[in-house]
Nanobody, 125 residues
Framework: VQLQASGGGVVQPGGSLRLSCAASGRTFSTYAMGWFRRAPGKEREFVAA????????YNGEFVKGRFTISRDNAKTTVYLQMNSLKPEDTAAYYC???????????????????WGQGTQVTVSS
């Protein structure tokens, strides 16, 4: 599967962005989808994931109700709605996919086999 992330940009603190990740292939509905991010000088970190059955998990340290992940299997696209953005959310955001993971593995970057290119999110006044 090939993944194409989009929707990044520059936004002021408190603003919103919606990231999209379009996937190729007709088996999208069978894939778990995740979002990760990497800020300059920092390790890649888990943001959110949605399993093929609809189970959703977020990074509890910083999401805190601000982000919402969703998927549209008909459009083979996963979304990340980000509200109340903060400067510390500035990072390159990556989507990832894998057909065989669930549960706690959804938060593990190495568990995903397929990755899209990053889309840059910059939160700045």
């Amino acid at each position: 599967v090939q993944l194409q992330a989009s929707g990044g940009g520059v936004v002021q603190p408190g603003g919103s962005l919606r990231l999209s990740c379009a996937a190729s292939g007709r088996t999208f509905s069978t894939y778990a989808m995740g979002w990760f991010r990497r800020a300059p000088g920092k390790e890649r970190e888990f943001v959110a994931a949605i399993a093929r059955g609809g189970y959703i998990t977020y990074n509890g340290e910083f999401v805190k109700g601000r982000f919402t992940i969703s998927r549209d299997n008909a459009k083979t696209t996963v979304y990340l709605q980000m509200n109340s953005l903060k400067p510390e959310d500035t990072a390159a955001y990556y989507c990832a996919a894998d057909p065989g993971i669930s549960g706690s593995s959804l938060q593990v970057a190495d568990a995903y086999d397929y990755w899209g290119q990053g889309t840059q999110v910059t939160v700045s006044s």
